[in-house]
């Protein structure tokens, strides 16, 4: 949904009484601050907690990269060095190839940079 149909959606719900001025107001201001990102429309619109934040902004590494770039993009968004992550996936590998598929898998659904 774009900003502009947020928007309307908005304008609606204060139309048909569901939302007050100053709900109105209030989400309306929620809205325009988060660029419409993750936001819908009503009263209960929340703020993104940091967790789910961080889970979106999470992107595989162009530059610091072996195979994919999946343990770069881990190092980036948790601050741990890339090849703590190359030797956790390697000792995962190990047992039972838990590694290699949870490296492929991050390959697969995570998007680069």
Do not use: Q
């Amino acid at each position: 949904m774009t900003l502009s149909d947020e928007l309307a959606k908005l304008g609606e719900l204060r139309a048909s009484g569901a939302l007050t001025e100053e709900e109105f107001t209030h989400a309306k201001e929620r809205l325009l601050n988060s660029s419409g990102a993750g936001a819908g429309a009503g009263a209960g619109v929340r703020p993104e907690e940091p967790v789910v934040a961080a889970v979106n902004a999470f992107r595989r590494s162009r530059t610091d990269r072996v195979l994919g770039g999946v343990c770069g993009g881990m190092a980036r968004a948790t601050g741990v060095e890339s090849w703590v992550w190359r030797l956790i996936f390697a000792v995962l590998f190990i047992f039972a190839g838990a590694g290699a598929l949870a490296y492929v898998l991050l390959w697969i659904f995570v998007p680069s940079d």
